[in-house]
């Protein structure tokens, strides 16, 4: 290859040292500038939606907080979780569990095939102002926008 380089003309020459900086130079952005730049937009990018999402998060701090300590006080009832399902279905008119059924004296496991989501969370929600968690949950959304079918067990804590 050098005895081909020398036997050219020195324009030749000076055309080949061009083309070769020329090369050298794209693969260089090709392979280390462009990558590196297109990472660091990335990344800014992403510290952005982060710095977003945290401003949200730190505005909804005390209204989570008023929230959560409204809503703490537990009402007492001798009723068992059983008896407060029946109770809290008919206030929050969900339309009662397809499938209900106590287990020990604090557990109740419902079963609902078709019933609005928002209801549900009403019913839950209800529930835990008495004092009775959610244990295990299992939801699966519908094709129908906004319902699930879910099978949940509740437990007085």
């Known amino acids: 290859m050098k005895e081909w380089y020398l036997r050219q003309s020195p324009r030749d020459r000076l055309i080949v040292i061009a083309l070769s900086a020329v090369v050298f130079l794209g693969l260089l952005y090709a ?10 937009n990335t990344q800014r990018s ?8 945290l ?4 505005k909804s701090v005390p209204i989570l907080q008023s929230l959560r300590s ?10 068992s979780p059983f008896q407060l399902l029946d109770q809290v279905t ?13 287990v020990g004296a604090d557990k109740v496991r419902m079963t609902f095939n078709n019933v609005a989501f928002d209801k549900l969370v009403s019913v ?5 102002r008495y004092g009775i968690q959610i244990d295990t949950a299992n939801l699966t959304r519908k094709k129908e926008t906004g319902y699930v079918s879910a099978r949940i067990t509740m437990v007085r804590k």
Request: aromatic fraction near 6%; charged fraction near 25%; proline fraction near 6%.
């Open 55 to 58: 401003a949200f998060l730190q």
């Open 90 to 102: 008919k206030e929050v008119d969900s339309g009662k569990p397809d499938q209900s059924q106590p």
């Open 70 to 79: 409204g809503g703490s006080e537990i009402i007492a009832s001798d009723k």
């Open 31 to 40: 392979m280390v500038w462009y990558p590196l730049n297109n990472s660091i």
């Open 124 to 128: 839950i929600a209800r529930m835990e």
């Open 46 to 53: 992403a510290i952005e939606s982060k710095g977003s999402d």
